[in-house]
């Protein structure tokens, strides 16, 4: 079965410091999206990407966000300055068409100290 | 903007007991998915509605559109331990939106 991956699995960082995570889409995939889950809370959509752009993305999504796809494989996700606040599991998902299926990578847990 | 809440937070069951979890949207939905997501693991699809009063069965599990296209619903007959997860809804005007969730705990 296809699968999106995410890298790394968990990581920590400290306060202030950029962080960038990766994911590589299922290889047909056209839209891409960031979501963050807060433990214990719900799925919160972060933004999409589409035809090298974003698409949309919500308030969550301030300036110290930004997302690229450098090689036409990754789907990278940076934080510029993190907060303690940012501690959350980020998921990556992608889907073929708009209105299918979205599968979803086993996430990246980011710890802020 | 948009928002799309559900109903119960948490539910718990005895195993056998049916469960029902129910999904409201601000706004008229192009369509409506449901995910499982196990603790510790990843949203994984369960189905998407697409017509207005649709309704579909997986074993176990039915789903229902409803006429307005605004919410759903997840019915679980005769609960088994390998329920156990947090249901979410999510719809989509533009981007998808995720509902808060259902989580249920099955006791045997």
């Known amino acids: 079965e296809p699968e999106v991956t995410q890298t790394p699995s968990h990581q920590v960082t400290q306060m202030g410091q950029e962080v960038i995570l990766r994911c590589v889409p299922i290889?047909?995939?056209?839209?891409f999206y960031w979501y963050r889950q807060i433990l214990g809370q719900k799925v919160e959509f972060l933004v999409s990407?589409?035809?090298?752009?974003?698409?949309?993305k919500s308030e969550i999504f301030d300036d110290q966000f930004s997302v690229e796809r450098p090689d036409g494989s990754n789907f990278t996700l940076k934080i510029r300055s993190t907060k303690l606040e940012d501690s959350a599991m980020y998921f990556c998902?992608?889907?073929?068409?708009?209105?299918?299926?979205?599968?979803f990578g086993q996430g990246t847990r980011l710890t802020v100290v | 903007g948009q928002q799309v809440m559900q109903i119960p937070q948490y539910q718990h069951v005895q195993e056998g007991e049916d469960f029902t979890t129910y999904c409201n949207s601000s706004?008229?939905?192009?369509?409506i998915q449901w995910y499982k997501q196990r603790p510790g693991g990843h949203p994984v699809f369960l189905i998407q509605?697409?017509?207005?009063?649709e309704v579909k069965k997986q074993k176990r599990l039915t789903f229902q559109f409803g006429e307005a296209k605004k919410n759903s619903s997840l019915h679980i007959t005769a609960t088994q331990t390998t329920d156990v997860g947090t249901y979410f809804c999510?719809?989509?005007?533009?981007?998808?939106?995720f509902g808060k969730g259902t989580t249920l705990s099955v006791s045997s």
């Open positions: 998902a992608t889907q073929g068409r708009v209105g299918t299926e979205a599968f």
């Open positions: 290889s047909n995939h056209l839209y």
């Open positions: 990407f589409y035809n090298n752009e974003i698409s949309e």
């Open positions: 706004t008229t939905l192009s369509n």
């Open positions: 509605l697409v017509k207005s009063g």
């Open positions: 999510a719809g989509r005007a533009t981007a998808l939106i």
